[in-house]
């Protein structure tokens, strides 16, 4: 198991177009984190899942995201309607309960 | 709410030098954790250092140590001899324990950018 992985690491879009990333996390983990980095800032945290279900969500995370993390394993993270200001880096963690979390690299959004 | 604040955007230290970055937090409970995370540019988040607040002892992992100062609600990163490849951005985070309910999510401060000169 290499770790966290994003994919893709980059995506442009056109402004009004849906996007999806997709995140594994490590294997065993149970708990899995979306964060959203702006630059100049640290990450905030977007949504939770502790094995498939979606446990919290941030009220960053208005009503053009979802997302989803069937079977407990891989989850992804889905924009409809992109907009210039969902412009960021998205990032992807996961642990094993209240262990330490391990971050993905991230997928960098820009919406043109 | 919890906040976390870093105050320093960017700081420099000469390679082989004793850096010291800071944070402060703000919050309600008595016990939490408290974590410096490092980001080299491109590359993934990773942990450096973490301590609980229960725990009076402060943390160190190698050439890292903290500064934990409860009542002020203070963290402070100190990195001793530095190295070049500690160049990164470094974020100070706070998590509550699970005995509030907490879900584990992270608060992250904004960062500080740590550059090393040869």
């Not at chain 1, 149970?30 to 094995?51: A, D, H, K, S, V």
């Not at chain 1, 979802?66 to 960021?88: M, N, V, Y």
């Not at chain 2, 993934?44 to 903290?66: C, D, G, H, P, W």
Request: charged content about 20%; glycine content about 6%; hydrophobic content about 30%.
């Amino acid at each position: 198991d290499t770790g966290v992985s994003q994919d893709p690491r980059h995506k442009i879009t056109k402004r009004g177009q849906n996007v999806t990333f997709r995140c594994d996390p490590i294997s065993e983990h149970n708990r899995l984190y979306w964060y959203r980095q702006t630059l100049g800032q640290g990450p905030e945290f977007l949504t939770y899942f502790q094995n498939e279900a979606q446990l919290e969500k941030s009220r960053l995370l208005s009503d053009r995201f979802s997302a989803e993390r069937p079977k407990g394993s891989f989850s992804t993270l889905e924009i409809q309607r992109t907009e210039q200001g969902d412009s960021a880096m998205y990032l992807c963690a996961s642990s094993l309960g209240q262990g330490e979390a391990f971050f993905g690299q991230g997928t960098r959004l820009t919406v043109v | 709410a919890q906040t976390v604040t870093q105050s320093q955007p960017e700081m420099s230290v000469q390679e082989a030098e004793t850096v010291t970055l800071s944070c402060t937090y703000d919050t309600s409970e008595s016990d939490y954790y408290l974590f410096w995370y490092k980001q080299p540019p491109s590359r993934q988040m990773i942990l450096v250092i973490r301590q609980e607040a229960y725990k009076q002892q402060n943390a160190t992992e190698n050439r890292f140590s903290v500064n934990f100062q409860k009542a002020a609600k203070s963290f402070s990163l100190k990195i001793s001899d530095s190295q070049l490849g500690d160049a990164a951005m470094y974020f100070c985070a706070y998590r509550e324990t699970s005995y509030g309910g907490s879900q584990g999510n992270l608060i992250f401060g904004k960062g500080t950018k740590l550059s090393v000169k040869p």
